[in-house]
């Protein structure tokens, strides 16, 4: 499947479980095995449906990747300028969909802040390699803050 299979969009007001659910379950597979007890508990309070729609009703731009009724994927940006997650199911990975939710994003902070220059985000070590495909580079290495592993990286918006 490509990426003409999905639509993207903002989530309705009862997909918030769902779109944890879908956080949760990919965290699982490919983030929490590298994390200590209080990175996955960090993350796990960070990633929790009430804190995903508070944030997303208060100064952050949420969408989703859907396909048939069912979501495949999430973006929260955290208005102006940080990408602050962006989960794929699994299966669906390699697909065009988190390149999508990623550009959905940024085009969209780019309509409220039409002087936004650079996009960041804390990247998982493991997702490096997609961002680095995204456009983006690092700008550290590797850190942990809180119990969670991520590299700071960085994309100008001309790139978009």
Same mark, same amino acid.
Do not use: W
């Given at each position: 499947?490509?990426?003409?299979?999905?639509?993207?969009?903002?989530?309705?007001?009862?997909?918030?479980?769902?779109?944890?659910?879908?956080?949760?379950?990919?965290?699982?597979?490919?983030? @929490?095995?590298?994390?200590?007890?209080?990175?996955?508990?960090?993350?796990?309070?960070?990633?929790?449906?009430? @804190?995903?729609?508070?944030?997303?009703?208060?100064?952050?731009?949420?969408?989703?990747?859907?396909?048939?009724?069912?979501?495949?994927?999430?973006?929260?940006?955290?208005?102006?300028?940080?990408?602050?997650?962006?989960?794929?199911?699994?299966?669906?990975?390699?697909?065009?969909?988190?390149?999508?939710?990623?550009?959905?994003?940024? @085009?969209?902070?780019? @309509?409220?802040?039409?002087?936004?220059?650079?996009?960041?985000?804390?990247?998982?070590?493991?997702?490096?390699?997609?961002?680095?495909?995204?456009?983006?580079?690092?700008?550290?290495?590797?850190?942990?803050?809180?119990?969670?592993?991520?590299?700071?990286?960085?994309?100008?918006?001309?790139?978009?």
């Amino acid at each position: 499947m490509t990426a003409v299979d999905f639509i993207l969009r903002a989530p309705r007001a009862d997909e918030y479980g769902a779109l944890a659910a879908l956080v949760h379950h990919t965290f699982d597979v490919a983030v @929490a095995p590298r994390l200590e007890q209080a990175g996955r508990a960090t993350f796990y309070a960070y990633a929790l449906a009430d @804190a995903i729609a508070d944030r997303d009703a208060d100064s952050h731009l949420t969408l989703v990747a859907e396909r048939d009724g069912k979501v495949l994927g999430m973006v929260q940006f955290k208005l102006p300028d940080h990408l602050c997650m962006l989960f794929v199911e699994p299966a669906e990975q390699g697909r065009g969909l988190g390149r999508a939710l990623t550009e959905a994003a940024i @085009a969209k902070a780019c @309509a409220f802040y039409p002087a936004l220059s650079i996009i960041t985000v804390n990247a998982s070590p493991n997702a490096v390699p997609a961002y680095l495909r995204f456009g983006f580079v690092a700008t550290s290495g590797e850190q942990i803050v809180n119990g969670i592993r991520f590299v700071a990286m960085q994309r100008l918006v001309l790139d978009a």
